[in-house]
């Protein structure tokens, strides 16, 4: 069967009218190429960004989520009465609760004494918060006043705390303008919405807020019991509580905070708008490069209709050119997306990473390209005309 | 036997209206299997259309064109495309394929063969390189050949889809005596052993002997002389 398929085979007359011409081919995929990455940085970057929107989300150690419904994002958390998730407590389902404060604070950095926002979690030590479990001696650290556990993948911008910790230094600074020390490090991670993060107890978070209402909080974690059907709780919950809290899955905490940013801020548009330029300009340039290639080969073309080469055979050239342009762009297109977002990765500090999927996304957007502007292309092979050969 | 050709009261014209210039008048001529036709006459008097006619390549407006029995005028496209895979057309000038090697540039006419093997596809190609003198240029791209050895190349392709109707325009313009006359000898071969009809323009007086039979063209009509039909 493969022999036979190997036996009727044909001269490969797209490989060849492609690669017999190589400076246009090299043009041809320097453009693909170009496109193609332009596509995989936008795409990464928007990727990236609602990735990193929730890298505390899915740090916490918790089933189901209670916020206020006035909250909007990580950046906007609005309180609702702690009450609430004691409420909640006494469905049978649940195990156990963690109630946090949730805001963004003022950081001064101790070296340069300038002022940032940072995002500050205020939870009772003796409760879990993240189920990374090498937290919990550190929380104990935090029983005392005006201590917090400060992220070391921070930005720099706030200071060489984590240096100045391990040197051995007492590390102090002020937030909100009042006097707190660094009691230990963490590991967290960056996100668009908050720069760098700190962690301190319950008690601490409210002398460094003192206007917060008293009983409020701005998420609740909750806790099943093992076997314990979430959705069926969300929904329980849901019915049973005043209309003051919102039930949220972590799942759907997640996708809150990241739906926050893909709809709510302009960020997602532009990525979108971004790579769809990539798209646009690299279908251009296929264009051009295709539509050049069966202009100048018009009269061979021709002599083909006259020798009986029927006219989808003569097409299919033309498809063939596109496709073996689109995979011959995309390998190095591959190759340099994944190079800059080692750079991106390293430089910012931002989850990009090449997933399968936009690795897939990215390929069948420049085979579309490709295949888009061949057939564009093959509306110039109408004009050959077989009578004119002679 | 039936004839290959049979053209009847053909008539073509170019143009509208006021341009509107008569090419072919009333012209009709027969070409059996077997037998090779010169058709010779000044350059301008409608040979090239009537070959474009006969090779199923333009439709027929008036008259009637009938090749290996089939009436072409009227014919759908499709009718016409599949004829013209039984017409061997040798062009002047150069319509080879630039990016293919001269062997490649057989086998597109070779591939049109339905049920041959790569292998036997290649073989074919390369046996008619030989034959018209070419075996030490197989995988020479067209740019690296002379017009004559082109020329050579086009006639191996045309003769390797195993045509049953040969059109020549001036097959031998741009070879030199020796080339010519063995190209000529070659199409004459052809025609005897395989009983392919063949239609040659030419200008060219130093093969005027291979025909079986002669056809003068002026101003768009045979000539008397010539206008013999059995």
């Known amino acids: 069967m493969l022999s036979r398929i190997w036996q009727g085979r044909r001269i490969p007359l797209a490989w060849l009218l492609l690669t017999r011409q190589p400076v246009r081919l090299a043009v041809a995929l320097a453009g693909i190429a170009f496109a193609g990455i332009l596509m995989f940085m936008q795409l990464g970057f928007r990727d990236g960004l609602f990735d990193a929107s929730v890298t505390i989300h899915r740090l916490l150690d918790t089933d189901l989520v209670l916020i206020s419904p006035r909250s909007s994002s990580s950046v906007s958390m609005a309180g609702f009465p702690s009450r609430r998730l004691v409420q909640a407590m006494a469905d049978p389902d649940v195990e156990g609760i963690t109630p946090v404060h949730w805001n963004l604070l003022l950081w001064r950095n101790p070296d340069t004494r300038s002022t940032r926002s940072i995002l500050t979690l205020g939870f009772e030590p003796a409760d879990p918060l993240f189920t990374d479990p090498s937290l919990t001696p550190k929380a104990k650290l935090l029983q005392d006043r005006g201590r917090v556990l400060f992220d070391e993948l921070s930005r720099p911008e706030f200071g060489p705390v984590a240096d100045w910790f391990r040197s051995g230094r007492t590390v102090e600074s002020e937030i909100n303008g009042k006097k707190i020390r660094v009691a230990g490090l963490v590991g967290l991670g960056t996100s668009f919405g908050a720069d760098g993060n700190l962690l301190t107890s319950h008690e601490t978070f409210l002398e460094l807020l003192p206007n917060t209402p008293p009983g409020s909080i701005e998420v609740g974690l909750i806790r099943l019991r093992a076997g314990a059907d979430a959705d069926s709780l969300v929904e329980r919950l849901q019915r049973d509580l005043p209309d003051d809290v919102s039930v949220l899955t972590k799942d759907g905490f997640i996708a809150f905070e990241q739906n926050y940013w893909r709809s709510s801020t302009s960020i997602g548009f532009i990525f979108t ?86 690795a897939i996304t990215v390929f069948i957007l420049i085979l579309v390209m490709c295949m888009g502007s061949a057939t564009l292309a093959m509306r110039r092979l109408g004009d050959a005309d077989p009578a004119e050969i002679f | 036997m039936a004839a ?18 008569q090419v072919l008048q009333e012209i009709s001529l027969c070409v059996d ?50 004829l013209r895979r039984r017409i061997g057309m040798i062009i002047q000038g150069h319509n080879l394929l630039r990016c293919l090697t001269a062997e490649q540039n057989v086998q597109m006419g070779a591939d049109l063969l339905q049920g041959l093997s790569y292998r036997a ?6 046996e008619w390189l030989r034959a018209v003198g070419l075996s030490d240029h197989l995988s020479k791209l067209p740019h690296d050949l002379s017009g004559g050895q082109k020329q050579r190349v086009s006639i191996a392709r045309a003769l390797a889809a195993r045509p049953q109707l040969l059109l020549a325009d001036e097959p031998t313009a741009s070879l030199d005596s020796h080339t010519g006359r063995e190209v000529v000898e070659l199409l004459k071969g052809l025609a005897k052993d395989q009983g392919c009809g063949v239609l040659m323009v030419t200008h060219d007086p130093r093969i005027l002997d291979v025909a079986d039979r002669l056809v003068q063209m002026e101003d768009g009509r045979l000539s008397k002389g010539a206008f013999a039909i059995e």
């Open chain 2, 121 to 126: 596809r290649r073989d074919r190609s390369r």
């Open chain 1, 273 to 358: 708008l971004g790579a769809a330029m990539g798209f646009v300009v690299g279908c251009v340039i296929v264009y051009q490069i295709l539509y050049s290639d069966v202009s100048d080969h018009l009269p061979e073309y021709a002599t083909l209709m006259a020798m009986g080469y029927r006219l989808p055979t003569l097409l299919g050239v033309v498809a063939r050119e596109g496709i073996l342009l689109a995979v011959f762009g995309y390998l190095p297109a591959y190759a340099a997306g994944q190079g800059l977002y080692l750079l991106v990765r390293n430089a910012t500090q931002l989850p990009v990473s090449m997933n399968p999927t936009r």
């Open chain 2, 33 to 82: 299997a077997g037998e090779v036709v010169l058709l010779t006459g000044p350059s301008g008097c409608g040979k090239t259309t009537l070959l474009t006619l006969i090779g199923a390549l333009r439709q027929v407006q008036e008259g009637s064109v009938k090749v290996f029995g089939e009436e072409l005028k009227g014919a759908s496209r499709a009718a016409r495309l599949k």
């Open chain 2, 4 to 21: 290959m050709v049979h053209l009847e009261g053909l008539r073509h014209s170019f143009g509208s209206g006021v341009n509107r210039r």
